[in-house]
């Protein structure tokens, strides 16, 4: 090894790539089209250039080619290869994005990518939200000062695996409006968006001295495919108020045709190095060099299936592939982070666990893994160039036990609440009169209405419900389940429906249709049930802060049914990350100092959930639980999460 680092930079370069292709009996690249994949001389070096060190800025990302036809990036005429990674800054808490950043440049990558997230900046419509987590532009702007450049992916759609893809739930307020297409109403909603979002970004663009290179038109518009002109409005929508950049679109190799624009580069997403992907790619834009938007380092997991790893050394190969190739790639995830709150999506209804871990190139938490050092290792080689030192490992730690001994059984809370609405006929959560006309965008409903018979009750259910008499649970409902017989009564009684919006459907054409609660029409023995309560459980910070005035009663050693659990977590003079380990209790959320770090479920795979220590004060923090089914024990806490239990 001593020898091998002496030897010259093109010598080690071509010992890395081609040996291990020799002895593994590969062959050289050339068992590719030489019409399409060169291979890079020797002593190609993807453009080190730093947003710090270009100063007189006039071409930005271009696209050229070289007397043997080969197609390749440049930024301000530096021959350039983007070796990009996905972190989603509204995944990641706030002190940690320098660290995250920093981890992603040593690891040897030029280019951050993200996702922006329409439903969380204006969750109210009209009313935005750039702070704290979501402040994009300081995000950016981090990026630039650690040397990093950015491509931006603003939707409107992003997938992402979050709720409705990242649209606004009130969007769904009006049932002829058409997503993601130029019906009046979505667009007029995008434009206003829009008319926010881009003067954000516009200095931050790489002709206005910031790190934005490049622009994603959309997102994975031609699996979706339902208005051929609605990818040219969305294109000029973003031109016409500033945008300069260079733009991109991104879809699978099924969708690349009808999800492109032109005046926009096509790209790829992929789980894998797939050679007829590429050549179908050329095919449609032979003029263009072969990027890959989204290198799938791992997969994401949804609640009672089994956790999904990607080996280090597939990815590892696959990457050496595609610097062989010339093509440029995105890791996606480079660091997934974590579905904080109640922001994930769903899958044919089945939510999307908490952590967005992706089995990444760094874990949920931050931590190195095998994928990184494996990938490090190969972008030395290959750059020939110095990466910068690694930054210091995030220290995790054990605190002691907490015992949850003050309790509050659901139907004690309603008083804290917001004001309930009362209406002739329930409606889903979207289409309640709260929050200035936007409805309800993620959480739990309950709604209530006196009945004096018992029967077979129908109520049609978009999410998952308990349904109570008074305070007894007497059984359950969902979409697939419409019917439940409601016992014989004496006296009129409180009939109650809770229902938690699990996630809504985050891709396909079936986010048009994802409301959440309970349709208008609910009956015993068909006839028709009036005159609702409705109350509004969106469980924000705001509701936790008169939660603690409230009566709390010592808590029984076994309680059946929804309630809040209330305890405490003693830090120390200095808080560290740890996991909540929540093998003993059943389902629920968790929210450390108002804060909601998301749902855990006993089906699995997710058995602990991420508690950042920039989260946690000093000394004491108020752990409180709603525990929707049966009350577990204590909270201990883990140095190491378990995703796959």
Known sequence: MAYFRKCPSWMRILAVFFLPLVFSGLGPPSEFRDDMFKVFPARFRWSHVTPSMLKDRSV???????????????????????????????????????????????????????????????????????????DLEAYVSL??????????????????????????????????SQLRTTHRNFVEAVDKYFDHLIPRILPLQYHHGGPVIAVQVENEYGSFNKDGSYMEYIKEALLKRGIVEFLLTSDDDNGIGTGSVEGALATLNMPSFVKDSFLKLQQMQNDKPIMVMEYWTGWYDTWG??????????????VSRFIRSGISFNLYMFHGGTNFGFINGAYQHRGVVTSYDYDAVLTEAGDYTEKYFKLRKLFASASAGYLPRLPPRTHKTVYPTVDLLFYLPLFEILPYLNKPVTLYSPVTMENLPINNGSGQPFGLVLYETSICSGGLLFAYVRGTAQVFLNDTRIGDLDEDTHHLTIPQIQDCQLLRILVENQGRVCYSQKIQYEWKGLDAYVSINDTLLTNFTIYSLDLKMSFFKRLLSANWKLAPEHYLGPAFYRGTLTA????????????NWHYGFVFINGRNLGRYQHIGPQRTLYLPGPWLQPKDNEIIMFEMIEKGFYIQTTKKPQLNG
């Open 60 to 134: 930005g990302l271009s696209t050229e080619k070289n007397a043997q036809g080969q197609m390749y990036f440049t930024l301000e005429g530096h021959k350039f290869m983007i070796i990009g990674g996905s972190i989603h800054y509204f995944r990641v808490p706030r002190e940690y994005w320098k660290d995250r950043l920093l981890k992603l440049q040593a690891c040897g990558l030029n280019t951050v990518t993200t996702y922006i997230p329409w439903n969380l900046h204006e969750q109210e419509k009209g009313k935005f939200d750039f702070s704290e987590i979501l």
């Open 305 to 318: 299936q089994r956790h999904i790893v990607k080996s280090a050394n597939e990815i590892q190969h696959t």
């Open 572 to 583: 120390g003079s200095s808080p560290k990350d740890t996991f909540l380990d929540l093998s």
């Open 143 to 176: 990026a630039a000062s650690i040397g990093l450049w950015v491509i931006l992916r603003p939707g409107p759609y992003i997938c992402a695996e979050v709720d409705l893809g990242g649209l606004p739930s009130w969007l769904l307020r009006n049932p002829k």
